[in-house]
């Protein structure tokens, strides 16, 4: 089994920062990804959950939703299990609970599937205009 614990996230006005991270423990895979899914105000839980970010090991390279991109960094500590989300300009729009998944495959495998084996228990990002 893996646990997943979340942290950083919170209240912020518009144009803000926050940065997640996401630690995992327990099983451990040679090669895996980790990443970030968020769930917008509305929807029931486990529907409609959104790809952001993830981050496959090895090799490190991030990939970034569109909705995203060159406003939020997804980044991975292989050393700690830890992957990482820089949200900077934060818009109303990002407002969500942000979920970490993490398992064995490729950020093309968490796309495809909407999200790994395993998933935090999310933290809540608000962004206030």
């Known amino acids: 089994q893996v646990q997943l614990v979340e942290s950083g996230g919170g209240s912020v006005q518009a144009g803000g920062s926050l940065r997640l991270a996401c630690t995992a423990s327990?099983?451990?895979?040679?090669?895996?990804?980790m990443g970030w899914f968020r769930q917008a105000p509305g929807h029931p839980p486990g529907k409609e959950r959104e790809?952001?970010?993830?981050?496959?090991?090895?090799?490190?390279?991030?990939h970034h939703a569109d909705s995203v991109k060159g406003r939020f960094t997804a980044s991975i500590d292989h050393d700690k299990r830890t992957v990482f989300l820089q949200m900077d300009d934060l818009k109303p729009e990002d407002t969500a609970v942000y979920y970490c998944?993490?398992?064995?495959?490729?950020?093309?495998?968490?796309?495809?599937?909407?999200?790994?084996?395993?998933w935090g228990k999310g933290t809540q990002v608000t962004v206030t205009s």
């Open positions: 998944t993490v398992g064995y495959g490729t950020v093309l495998t968490m796309v495809r599937k909407g999200g790994m084996d395993f």
């Open positions: 327990g099983q451990t895979w040679s090669d895996y990804a």
């Open positions: 790809f952001v970010a993830g981050v496959s090991w090895p090799g490190g390279r991030p």
